[in-house]
T-cell receptor
Framework: AQSVTQLDSQVPVFEEAPVELRCNYS??????LFWYVQYPNQGLQLLLK??????LVKGINGFEAEFNKSQTSFHLRKPSVHISDTAEYFC????????????FGGGTRLMVKP | KAGVTQTPRYLIKTRGQQVTLSCSPI?????VSWYQQTPGQGLQFLFE???????NKGNFPGRFSGRQFSNSRSEMNVSTLELGDSALYLC?????????????FGPGTRLTVT
C-alpha cells in the first residue's frame, strides 16, 4: 500500500517570500511523484513530475521540487511567491505499473498575503 | 486544443436517485480517469478506462460504475445516491497511460445530494 502525507494543511506566507510545501510518501515499490495545483472552482493542474533522472525537478510558474529517496520526500519550493500563487497544492504518487492511478495527499492551502 | 470538458458542472439530486456524469477528454487522449473530491476524504481514485476497458478501480462500492465509449468519452454513474456522495467529481485524460503520466483534469461536476 502507498500513502502520501502533506505535513501542513495550511501555509501562510507574505508575498515575495520563499515557501516550501512538504510531502512524504510511503511505498514498498518504485513510485512516480507529482505536484498539482487547484485554484478555486477549478480542476487540478500539473505543476511538475518526477519519473526518473535528476532529483531536482523544475515545473511551471517558478516552482521546483526535489526527490529524496532516502527520506521518501518530494518537497515543493518557490523562491518568491506571488498573490496569484494562493491555491491548494496536492502531492501525489503513481505506483509503478498502476496505469494512471494517482494517490493524493490531503493537500496544503497556500495563502499568500500582501 | 480544447481541454477536458465535464457536463453538467452542477447537479442537485435527492437521496435514492441515480446520476450520470459525462467527461469528454482532450482530442487524441485515450485514457480517462475519475476522482472524487470531498472535504473529509480528499481526492480519491474511482476508476480508469483505456480503450473502452476498465484498467483500474478504486475502493468504492458497486453503486459507482463507469464506462468508456469508442470515441474515448466516458460516463460515470452513481445509483441509489447517499448524502455522502455529495462531492466534486473530477475527470482526467491522458494520451497513453504508462508513458508521460501527464493527466489533464477537467473543471469537475459538483454533485449535491439532498
Amino acid at each position: 500500500a502507498q500513502s502520501v502525507t502533506q505535513l501542513d494543511s495550511q501555509v501562510p506566507v507574505f508575498e515575495e517570500a520563499p515557501v516550501e510545501l512538504r510531502c512524504n510518501y510511503s511505498s514498498s515499490v518504485s513510485v512516480y511523484l507529482f505536484w498539482y495545483v487547484q485554484y478555486p472552482n477549478q480542476g487540478l493542474q500539473l505543476l511538475l513530475k518526477y519519473l526518473s533522472g535528476s532529483t531536482l525537478v523544475k515545473g511551471i510558474n517558478g516552482f521546483e521540487a526535489e526527490f529524496n529517496k532516502s527520506q521518501t520526500s518530494f518537497h515543493l519550493r518557490k523562491p518568491s511567491v506571488h498573490i496569484s500563487d494562493t491555491a491548494e497544492y496536492f502531492c501525489a504518487v503513481i505506483h509503478n505499473n498502476a496505469g494512471n492511478m494517482l494517490t493524493f495527499g490531503g493537500g496544503t492551502r497556500l495563502m499568500v498575503k500582501p | 486544443k480544447a481541454g477536458v470538458t465535464q457536463t453538467p458542472r452542477y447537479l442537485i439530486k435527492t437521496r435514492g436517485q441515480q446520476v450520470t456524469l459525462s467527461c469528454s477528454p482532450i482530442s487524441g487522449h485515450r485514457s480517462v480517469s475519475w476522482y472524487q473530491q470531498t472535504p473529509g476524504q480528499g481526492l480519491q481514485f474511482l476508476f480508469e478506462y483505456f480503450s473502452e476497458t476498465q484498467r483500474n478501480k478504486g475502493n468504492f462500492p458497486g453503486r459507482f460504475s463507469g464506462r468508456q465509449f469508442s470515441n474515448s468519452r466516458s460516463e460515470m454513474n452513481v445509483s441509489t445516491l447517499e448524502l455522502g456522495d455529495s462531492a466534486l467529481y473530477l475527470c482526467a485524460s491522458s494520451f497513453d497511460p504508462g508513458e508521460s503520466y501527464e493527466q489533464y483534469f477537467g473543471p469537475g461536476t459538483r454533485l449535491t445530494v439532498t
